[in-house]
């Protein structure tokens, strides 16, 4: 039987706090962590032990933060929540940087890691997904990607630590899974990757989560130039410009569940069951 986990603590950035999933009524997104959170809030309610405590969720991330600030902004407070599960992912803000220093980007991913399994936790990491299969231009950051999930794998090689691998699921490849600003997942890609995280807890699979969309209908080349130009204008060029000014987009943002606090499980209560709408047949 897998571990039942009664709390459970997300750290990181964007990817992590859930931006371009659907919306909550609160204004945060949801997420593929909260979805996590709901199935397993649901093992827990289900299981009937009825010592009242239920099942705790926080999560700490916030978009835009590089790996130096997640280890020095949420590290000591996950620790100290003493959760039973900790999901970590961090560092491709700082690869998406000319110049990125990766062996500082390992170093302090690998602390943030064994800070974290230190306290007894089961800690879930990530590798990041093939940006070069549907990014033009990013064969630039493949190398960097690579080394990363190299790194990753061999922090998984220790007790405790769990990987879910996203570059090696092609499905990632399919624009349909990622936001309209390119770099964060759709509904039904934080679908996929909260199945991934049950699928490397022990559960058993609702869905193949790694499986291709349906073949998507064409686009026309007018279609495609007009979302290129809502994604360079919308998008990009905010990104360049923070960048050029040194701001971040979670500059003075709080993390959406700061305390490990009881978690109902609101809507669906599996990471199979998803609120979004169907997912578009627009192009791949």
């Known amino acids: 039987m897998p571990t039942t986990y009664r709390s459970y603590v997300a750290v990181g950035d964007s990817f992590t706090e859930g931006m371009c999933d659907d919306l909550l009524p609160d204004g945060h997104y ?5 979805r996590v959170a709901d199935a397993l809030a649901a093992e827990v309610r289900g299981g009937g032990t009825g ?5 705790r969720y926080a999560n700490l991330a916030v978009r835009g ?5 997640i280890h020095d902004e949420q590290l000591a407070t996950a620790t100290a929540m003493g959760a039973d599960l900790v999901t970590l992912a961090g560092g491709l803000n700082d690869v998406l940087r000319p110049g990125c220093d990766l062996a500082r980007v390992e170093r302090l991913l690998g602390r943030c890691a064994d800070g974290l399994r230190a306290t007894g936790a089961t800690v879930v990491l990530f590798t990041s997904t093939d940006p070069t299969r549907r990014m033009a231009g990013s064969a630039r950051l493949l190398p960097a990607v690579l080394r990363m999930k190299a790194f990753v794998h061999e922090l998984g090689q220790d007790e405790g630590v769990a990987v879910v ?3 090696s699921a092609p499905c990632f490849d399919d624009r349909r899974l990622w936001g309209e600003d390119r770099l964060h997942l759709s509904p039904e890609g934080h679908r996929r990757v909260a199945e991934g995280v049950l699928e490397a807890l022990g559960r058993p699979a609702a869905f193949d ?3 291709p969309l ?3 209908a064409p686009t026309g080349r007018a279609e495609r130039l007009r979302a290129d130009a809502r994604w360079l204008g919308g998008h990009l060029g905010p990104w360049i410009g923070r ?8 500059d003075g943002r709080l993390p959406k569940r700061a305390e490990l606090l009881p978690y109902p499980a609101s809507g669906p209560v599996s990471a199979s069951a998803s609120a979004s709408a169907p997912v578009s047949a627009s192009g791949s």
């Open 30 to 34: 949801r997420g593929w962590a909260d």
């Open 51 to 55: 010592d009242g405590e239920g099942f």
């Open 65 to 69: 933060k590089l790996i130096g600030q």
């Open 165 to 167: 691998d996203l570059f």
């Open 209 to 211: 989560w790694r499986a």
């Open 214 to 216: 349906p073949p998507a």
């Open 243 to 250: 960048r050029l000014t040194g701001r971040s987009s979670g």
